[in-house]
């Protein structure tokens, strides 16, 4: 049993539950005190021991019958058994009529005749006929199944039991014993279903837990277009502690700035007069925070790089002097009140909440016409004006007019893309026209680069 259990946590690790070798001491201790006779008082144990978030809940209840199931479905033995003699003749002459020489099939029926589960040599030939032993996955079960199901004839049972309870009642077998036989052959036949289930469940759990478990990549490097819900929730508690560090880099650069870093360059052409002498010492410009404009594409492909980008920003408010915040799909909509009322994190979700992506298609274009028609004010020589988008306009009108115009009015027009340049022009892409009229565009399809590129921002107020 101690084996299982060990084997039992491992596919729980290799399923991404996290679970310390602390907790799985804690589980032998649990279950050495609860003991295995009481199968729900085991499987509370476990579960106390094991699962810490509710998340992980449902993948324990899935993998719990895999390794600590009966074994053996309830099956009805003996069917001919409960019929008369002259009804048993009836399903012998049909059975005979039916099947002819097909002796697989003649097997098959007589095992579901006698309610007789597949044993362990059946099921690891059909295994090894399906290719079973290659996988590795719980996503690939329902294919083996379905591949194990054909190995054992169990789709062309089913048709046959059809035409058996068919010929049966032509044969004048009475309503009730082909009501009861119909019965307790399906329940037969969902018996040996559910052992392959079962079977290729527990096959891909052990396999799954005897491979070595695959170093995961940082964080920071997993694009966005790949993350699954559980990495989204482990970015989203990870902003704080990022902006932290941004935040302690900037802090240390406006110290420096206050204290005053000497300019050699400036120094020596301003002491050129003296001979060389330092006579009068130059320092740096002092770093100034900056203002910052924020137009944000929410669209689908777009929306946990926008979430991120505007959760880090908020989080880093008082290293920017100030900060006008626009979304967009097909028009846009100004955001800036939600986060002077709310924690960043919680007016993000609100934000994307009451902006939910639909049907309907982006268009940056009419999203620009809007912003300087309605917005344009908050645009000055001091702004840095940040686009957040994949440059896909579903072929509308880019209005590059609209960003020439933003880019001459403020002191830098920033464009964060999540697209490499070799996908720039492709398709409804106008990123390789938008990029004329920018002073950078930054490469955000990660955290790592997200924060790098907010980074720099802060680094050149």
């Not at 259990?5 to 310390?20: D, H, Q």
């Not at 482990?234 to 302690?248: G, K, N």
């Given at each position: 049993?101690?084996?299982?259990?060990?084997?039992?946590?491992?596919?729980?690790?290799?399923?991404?539950?996290?679970?310390?070798?602390?907790?799985?001491?804690?589980?032998?201790?649990?279950?050495?005190?609860?003991?295995?006779?009481?199968?729900?008082?085991?499987?509370?144990?476990?579960?106390?021991?094991?699962?810490?978030?509710?998340?992980?809940?449902?993948?324990?209840?899935?993998?719990?019958?895999?390794?600590?199931?009966?074994?053996?479905?309830?099956?009805?033995?003996?069917?001919?058994?409960?019929?008369?003699?002259?009804?048993?003749?009836?399903?012998?002459?049909?059975?005979?009529?039916?099947?002819?020489?097909?002796?697989?099939?003649?097997?098959?029926?007589?095992?579901?005749?006698?309610?007789?589960?597949?044993?362990?040599?059946?099921?690891?030939?059909?295994?090894?006929?399906?290719?079973?032993?290659?996988g590795n996955e719980m996503y690939q079960r329902q294919w083996f199944e379905r591949r194990m199901k054909r190995q054992a004839g169990l789709q062309q049972l089913q048709k046959l039991l059809d035409e058996l309870l068919d010929m049966l009642q032509q044969m004048g077998m009475s309503e009730a014993a082909l009501e009861q036989l119909r019965q307790m052959l399906q329940e037969n036949a969902q018996g040996l279903t559910d052992q392959i289930a079962d079977y290729v469940g527990a096959s891909l759990a052990e396999q799954m837990a005897s491979r070595e478990p695959e170093p995961k990549p940082d964080l920071l490097d997993v694009p966005f277009t790949q993350l699954g819900q559980r990495?989204?929730?482990?970015?989203?508690?990870?902003?704080?502690?990022?902006?932290?560090?941004?935040?302690?880099?900037?802090?240390?650069?406006?110290?420096?700035?206050?204290?005053?870093?000497?300019?050699?360059?400036?120094?020596?052409?301003?002491?050129?007069?003296?001979?060389?002498?330092?006579?009068?010492?130059?320092?740096?410009?002092?770093?100034?925070?900056?203002?910052?404009?924020?137009?944000?594409?929410?669209?689908?492909?777009?929306?946990?790089?926008?979430?991120?980008?505007?959760?880090?920003?908020?989080?880093?408010?008082?290293?920017?002097?100030?900060?006008?915040?626009?979304?967009?799909?097909?028009?846009?909509?100004?955001?800036?009140?939600?986060?002077?009322?709310?924690?960043?994190?919680?007016?993000?979700?609100?934000?994307?909440?009451?902006?939910?992506?639909?049907?309907?298609?982006?268009?940056?274009?009419?999203?620009?016409?809007?912003?300087?028609?309605?917005?344009?004010?908050?645009?000055?020589?001091?702004?840095?004006?940040?686009?957040?988008?994949?440059?896909?306009?579903?072929?509308?009108?880019?209005?590059?007019?609209?960003?020439?115009?933003?880019?001459?009015?403020?002191?830098?027009?920033?464009?964060?893309?999540?697209?490499?340049?070799?996908?720039?022009?492709?398709?409804?892409?106008?990123?390789?026209?938008?990029?004329?009229?920018?002073?950078?565009?930054?490469?955000?399809?990660?955290?790592?680069?997200?924060?790098?590129?907010?980074?720099?921002?802060?680094?050149?107020?």
């Amino acid at each position: 049993m101690d084996k299982r259990m060990v084997t039992f946590i491992r596919a729980l690790r290799a399923a991404g539950v996290r679970i310390s070798l602390a907790e799985s001491q804690d589980a032998m201790y649990g279950v050495e005190t609860v003991g295995v006779s009481n199968r729900e008082q085991f499987r509370a144990a476990l579960r106390a021991t094991l699962v810490k978030e509710s998340r992980d809940q449902g993948v324990f209840d899935y993998f719990f019958p895999l390794f600590f199931g009966s074994g053996s479905p309830p099956m009805n033995e003996n069917i001919p058994g409960d019929l008369s003699p002259q009804e048993q003749q009836m399903l012998e002459d049909a059975l005979r009529s039916l099947m002819g020489d097909l002796q697989a099939l003649r097997d098959l029926m007589n095992q579901l005749l006698e309610g007789k589960p597949f044993n362990s040599d059946q099921l690891e030939q059909m295994g090894r006929q399906s290719g079973l032993q290659q996988g590795n996955e719980m996503y690939q079960r329902q294919w083996f199944e379905r591949r194990m199901k054909r190995q054992a004839g169990l789709q062309q049972l089913q048709k046959l039991l059809d035409e058996l309870l068919d010929m049966l009642q032509q044969m004048g077998m009475s309503e009730a014993a082909l009501e009861q036989l119909r019965q307790m052959l399906q329940e037969n036949a969902q018996g040996l279903t559910d052992q392959i289930a079962d079977y290729v469940g527990a096959s891909l759990a052990e396999q799954m837990a005897s491979r070595e478990p695959e170093p995961k990549p940082d964080l920071l490097d997993v694009p966005f277009t790949q993350l699954g819900q559980r990495e989204v929730e482990a970015i989203r508690d990870e902003i704080r502690r990022l902006a932290a560090r941004l935040r302690s880099r900037a802090s240390l650069r406006q110290r420096r700035a206050r204290a005053g870093q000497i300019d050699p360059r400036r120094m020596m052409r301003a002491n050129m007069r003296y001979g060389g002498v330092p006579v009068e010492l130059k320092f740096h410009t002092r770093h100034v925070k900056p203002r910052l404009v924020l137009i944000c594409d929410v669209s689908t492909s777009m929306r946990y790089c926008a979430e991120f980008l505007l959760t880090l920003i908020y989080e880093l408010q008082d290293q920017v002097a100030q900060t006008h915040s626009y979304i967009f799909i097909d028009d846009l909509t100004d955001i800036s009140m939600v986060f002077k009322e709310k924690q960043p994190q919680e007016a993000v979700s609100e934000v994307l909440y009451q902006n939910r992506p639909g049907y309907y298609n982006t268009d940056l274009g009419n999203s620009l016409n809007t912003f300087r028609r309605d917005h344009f004010g908050t645009v000055t020589s001091k702004t840095t004006v940040v686009i957040l988008g994949d440059g896909r306009n579903n072929f509308n009108n880019p209005r590059l007019d609209i960003t020439e115009d933003i880019q001459m009015r403020a002191r830098r027009l920033l464009w964060f893309c999540p697209e490499p340049m070799v996908q720039w022009g492709t398709g409804d892409s106008d990123m390789h026209h938008y990029a004329r009229f920018a002073d950078g565009v930054h490469k955000v399809s990660n955290l790592r680069e997200l924060a790098a590129a907010v980074d720099q921002i802060l680094a050149d107020g």
